[in-house]
Nanobody
């Protein structure tokens, strides 16, 4: 049974940092990613990391966010620095298996506000 357990959201001031974690279990994942959805907007890809550790970022977060994988802990980390109010959203962990099945976490709120 696939499980994605997220942690690390919260409230932070502009310019601050947050670290999101997604503990993934139950399968071998070809791609792990973080998406976000702000009120009134579509869900968008923030960052992705493949099984070969190649990464992909949304233009809006390049240079500020870093996605990484701790294989020993089956955990994917999204380190978010220099946060802006426009980064405020619900962040969702996503995992795609080697058989192309897609799974989502429950979401964690990130609020950037002074």
């Amino acid at each position: 049974q696939v499980q994605l357990v997220e942690s690390g959201g919260g409230l932070v001031q502009p310019g601050g940092s947050l670290r999101l974690s997604c503990a993934a279990s139950g399968s071998i994942f070809r791609v792990n990613a973080w998406y976000r959805q702000a009120p009134g907007k579509q869900r968008e890809l923030v960052a992705a990391i493949s099984i070969d550790r190649s990464t992909n970022y949304a233009d809006s977060v390049k240079g500020r966010f870093t996605i990484s994988r701790d294989s020993a802990k089956n955990t994917v980390i999204l380190q978010m620095n220099s946060l802006k109010p426009e980064d405020t959203a619900v962040y969702y962990c996503n995992a795609r298996t080697i058989t192309h099945k897609n799974y989502w976490g429950q979401g964690t709120q990130v609020t950037v506000s002074s």
